[in-house]
């Protein structure tokens, strides 16, 4: 079992900057890819990026590509999610998810997912 708590989110004007935090506990996150979700209400959770067990391979959706940076300590047991010029369109719950396979952006393919935090972007 892997448990995962995010924080980080708030209330923010647009081209404002937020970092979520994802800790994690329970087995070896350094087995793990991880990645982050969002949902809009009324909208399907969509993929927004992703990292490999290592760090080295990083994956993003189109819309938050030189936005948005993930990254992970797994020393600290922590994934991350740096989030600049942040827009309107940005407003949603955010979730971590890990994954025994290479990181997708697939979500059925993540077995463990944090509560979500609540980003809102205002114009």
């Known amino acids: 079992q892997v448990q995962l708590v995010e924080s980080g989110g708030g209330l923010v004007q647009a081209g404002g900057s937020l970092r979520l935090s994802c800790a994690a506990s329970?087995?070896?996150?350094?087995?793990?890819?991880m990645g982050w979700f969002r949902q809009a209400p009324g909208k399907e959770r969509e993929f927004v990026a992703g990292?490999?067990?290592?760090?080295?391979?990083?994956g993003y959706t189109d819309s938050v590509k030189g936005r948005f940076t993930i990254s992970r300590d797994n020393a600290k047991n922590t994934v991350y999610l740096q989030m600049n010029s942040l827009k309107p369109e940005d407003t949603a719950v955010y979730y971590c998810a890990a994954t025994e396979d290479r990181f997708s952006s697939g979500y059925k393919s993540y077995k463990y997912w944090g509560q979500g935090t609540q980003v809102t972007v205002s114009s």
């Open positions: 329970g087995r070896t996150f350094s087995n793990y890819g």
């Open positions: 990292i490999s067990w290592n760090g080295v391979g990083t």
